[in-house]
């Protein structure tokens, strides 16, 4: 869905994690209002930060937009957010001055760890504006379906005291590695640098918590950069800090058309509805050429049940996504899981929104 430059709000937000994709970004900010677009350049800024751009749509008040952004943290990064001035999309923003009072916060609403309220005590959807899809989803500019961000109906109040696994404090490494491979093999890459564990923890999405016997060992490991560098995009002593929400989602794609069963159109499926971290090679090879699987990273707890509708040479092949119902644990846990029935997938095809994507018609 293409919306013209005058509804677009383009913002440039720096400090962004190392290994930040726009992916990442999206799902960061999307509970923010309507986003069209994210880009996350390759390049730093003259402060040596990563940064990029992200597009919404429909914004009613573009300084309380920012002013509500800027100090939301990825991760323990916290984000440093402005109108982009010289985007075309702003349309005459390139002058509005920049709110020193943006990073004020007080008592009220929260997202991603932050606290704060509007000035004038104004919801969200009162500053970004409503969705023109309605419907409670919105399609992003890669043609995603995301569902929109709605308040819980239900609330427990944690007592702020609260703290868990404080016993590891010193002892534990929090680390995201750099994908699914060396997470199933890490027990492996372990055993082979000589490296002594106390335990290791699986976490969700690509993250695990390594405990150490002593304080001594997990610092020493720490410092040993040129060991775990090719494992982790990122490596942090564990002191209670708040980590985001992300699980590995294994998808069953359901009714590929046997000439377009190809990992390329796969990994377009996938990328729907996440990061995709695997998805089948040898395709050629599959004993079962009706069902194929694919792992996505996602930032939401709910299952994933929909339909896809893939377009080729002016024809739709409509084909069904389900998510594994078991969870899925890595191998390097050395946990072992029961093996289930093949699960029938029963798809609920007539209230499934379908989704699109385009083949290109070389593929014969």
Not at 133 to 155: L, N, W
Not at 202 to 220: C, M, Q, R, T, V
Not at 329 to 354: E, F, M, N, Y
């Amino acid at each position: 869905m293409e919306h013209s430059l005058s509804k677009i709000t383009k913002l440039f937000v720096s400090n962004l994690p190392e290994g930040c994709t726009p992916w990442e970004l999206r799902k960061c900010l999307e509970g923010f209002g309507e986003i069209s677009g994210t880009y996350v350049a390759k390049k730093r800024d003259k402060e040596g930060c990563r940064f990029g751009f992200v597009s919404f749509i429909n914004v009613v008040d573009k300084k309380e937009l920012v002013k509500i952004i800027s100090g939301v943290r990825m991760g323990e990064n916290k984000l440093k957010v402005n109108i982009a001035r010289h985007a075309v999309e702003n349309c005459g923003l390139a002058d509005m001055p920049e709110d020193k009072s943006k990073n004020s916060k007080a008592a009220g609403q929260t997202y991603g760890g932050k606290s704060f309220q509007l000035r004038d005590a104004r919801s969200y959807s009162d500053v970004v504006g409503n969705s023109s899809g309605g419907g409670g989803t919105f399609r992003g500019h890669i043609g995603k379906m995301v569902e929109e961000a709605r308040e819980p109906s239900k609330y427990v109040v944690v007592p702020d005291k609260s703290g868990a696994f404080k016993s590891l404090f010193g002892l534990s490494l929090v680390g995201r590695v750099v994908d699914l491979e060396t997470l199933v093999d890490f027990d492996r890459l372990l055993s082979i640098a000589k490296v002594v564990v106390a335990n290791v923890q699986y976490l969700g999405g690509l993250s695990i918590l390594i405990s150490f016997h002593d304080e001594a060992s997990a610092n020493k490991f720490l410092e040993s950069k040129v060991v775990w560098g090719p494992w982790f995009s990122r490596l942090d002593p564990w002191k209670g800090q708040s980590l985001p929400l992300e699980r590995v989602a294994w998808l069953r794609l359901i009714g590929i058309p046997l000439h377009l069963f190809e990992t390329d159109v796969m990994v377009q499926v996938g990328e729907l509805f996440g990061k995709v971290l695997h998805a089948p090679k040898m395709v050629e090879e599959d004993l079962d050429l009706s069902v194929c699987s694919v792992a996505v990273l996602v930032g939401e707890a709910g299952r994933i049940s929909d339909a896809v509708s893939l377009r080729w040479n002016r024809k739709n092949y409509r084909i069904g996504v389900e998510e594994e119902q078991q969870v899925w644990i890595p191998d390097c846990l050395g946990v072992q899981v029961p093996t289930v029935a093949k699960l029938r997938c029963h798809l609920r095809w007539w209230i499934c929104s379908v989704r699109v994507v385009r083949v290109p018609k070389s593929r014969r």
